[in-house]
């Protein structure tokens, strides 16, 4: 994909092998059978350990909260149900901007999909579902080494 920026500096990929994976193979991954039938579960956990900036978790946080409104019957409900979603995906990642960076694409599809069952549901936001996605999804975003497991 040429307008996907893989690579943000050769120092960077030299220095931690920062790499980022395309999209197309992040959804090839992610459609394995195995990994679609635990799809089918909201409270799946998911852990990147050298998350980047969420390329998979972001993908998972997506088919996840879809599965969320297909089985949600109200807002309250779908509310209920992407909090569980929140608390099953982890990532660590070792540098802080990428951290930064992938915090708020999670944060920014929660709102999304957040938005889609409010205009579904014909309801209202609340600020304190939004909080504690924030919470959630800054709690388990950690900048950290996954190979010293210092984090
Ligand atoms: C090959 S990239 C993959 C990123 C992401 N998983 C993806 O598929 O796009 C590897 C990432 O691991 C991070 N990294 C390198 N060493 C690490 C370590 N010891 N602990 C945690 N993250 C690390 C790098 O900063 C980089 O963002």
Do not use: C
Not at 29 to 43: A, K, R, T
Not at 45 to 54: L, N, R
Not at 119 to 148: L, P
């Amino acid at each position: 994909m040429v307008d996907e920026n893989l690579i943000k500096s050769n120092e960077r990929v030299k220095a931690h092998g920062e790499v980022f994976t395309p999209k197309r193979i992040v959804k090839q991954m992610l459609d394995q059978p195995e990994l679609v039938e635990s799809l089918n579960d909201l409270s799946t956990t998911f852990m990147e350990p050298a998350a980047g900036e969420g390329a998979f978790l972001t993908e998972l946080l997506r088919r996840k909260l879809s599965l969320a409104n297909r089985l949600s019957t109200d807002l309250k409900s779908y509310e209920a149900n992407a909090e569980i979603v929140l608390s099953s995906l982890y990532g660590i990642e070792l540098l802080e901007d990428n951290v930064e960076v992938l915090v708020m694409r999670m944060y920014h599809i929660f709102s999304q999909y957040y938005f889609q069952a409010i205009r579904k549901w014909n309801g209202e936001g609340s600020r304190k579902v939004n909080s504690s996605a924030m919470t959630i999804i800054a709690a388990n975003m950690q900048q950290g080494d996954a190979i010293k497991k210092n984090y």
